[in-house]
């Protein structure tokens, strides 16, 4: 096809972005520094349930006051949580794990964030919500698509292989921009959260959210995906580290200040758990597209 016969049809541009989503997915194990930092903070965010008694404050709220058996539900997500870190770092349940905590995070997204999104979708922060605990599936859900890749099917179905990495990169596209919104609808909220002793607080507040789009933006038009993912979640975790960690060593004993730390970590780890899947990616790659226009699908 030449470059003067460029057609920019539906088809040619589902194949083009699920191409750019498809750059360098694994069809083996992830060993990066992502998969041991979302089992480590999953282990740490079930020892907290076990430890307190109590859900992840706002992140794992449930809508229902009176839950029939609440502790009982408290516990069992803490086993859970703690079970699937575990699980992750023991090769022989590895794949397992993964496969239980995607699952459980699924969930988390559905029963627990998709409520409210339906219920009040004209609410931005319904949205920011659930994006926030999509992020985590994303990680986990990148995990158990290359630990149960088989070397013999690696493109794989859609949850598992390169299709399963595939799908959890896009669930990741979608989850961003619900995130960085949130500083722009929000913008004074957001600047509260920002240390007092940096200059223009909603500057930061804008600056983050337009981080979260345009990473979005890079891992879907396969821009610089590895470098993009990787700020994301280096943003991610500098946003942690600034905001709750100080309330953390302010208020070691209290549940919520756990709660906000460790929960603000996962969400970061699983940017990182993303980012581990682009580790075989040279980091300003660009999609052939980008360097051969005529490349592009009809």
């Known amino acids: 096809m030449s470059s003067s016969n460029l057609s920019f049809t539906p088809l040619g541009l589902i194949v083009l972005l699920r191409n750019n989503l498809s750059i360098g997915a694994p069809t083996r194990d992830p060993v990066g520094p992502g998969y041991v930092l979302l089992a480590a903070v999953m282990i740490a965010l079930g020892l907290r349930g076990l430890v307190f008694g109590d859900f992840a404050g706002v992140w794992q709220r449930i809508p229902i006051s009176h839950l029939p058996a609440q502790s009982f539900f408290i516990y069992v997500c803490a086993v859970v949580e703690l079970a699937a870190g575990v699980g992750l770092l023991v090769n022989r349940t590895a794949r397992i794990a993964a496969a239980v905590l995607t699952a459980f995070s699924l969930l988390w997204v559905v029963l627990l964030k998709m409520p409210a999104v339906i219920y009040v979708p004209s609410m931005e922060a319904t949205w920011a919500d659930a994006g926030e605990i999509a992020v985590i599936l994303a990680g986990a859900w990148t995990l158990m698509a290359t630990l149960a890749a088989d070397p013999a099917k690696p493109e794989g179905r859609f949850l598992t292989g390169r299709a399963g990495v595939r799908n959890a990169r896009l669930l990741l596209v979608l989850a961003l921009p619900a995130i960085g919104l949130s500083h ?103 999609p052939a597209i980008a360097r051969k226009p005529s490349a592009l699908p009809a």
Request: glycine fraction near 6%; charged fraction near 10%; proline fraction near 6%.
């Open 184 to 286: 722009f609808f929000y913008t004074p909220e957001t600047a509260k959260f920002v240390p007092a002793w940096l200059p223009y607080r909603s500057g930061w507040a804008y600056l983050t959210g337009t981080g979260d789009i345009a990473a979005a933006a890079g891992i879907l038009l396969g821009i610089w995906p590895r470098l993009a993912v990787t700020l994301e979640a280096a943003m991610l975790s500098v946003i942690t580290l600034l905001v709750w960690l100080p309330v953390l060593i302010r208020f070691p004993a209290d549940s919520g200040a756990w709660s906000a730390f460790l929960m603000s970590t996962a969400i970061a780890c699983g940017a990182w758990a993303v980012a581990d899947s682009y580790r075989h990616v040279r980091w300003l790659s660009v």
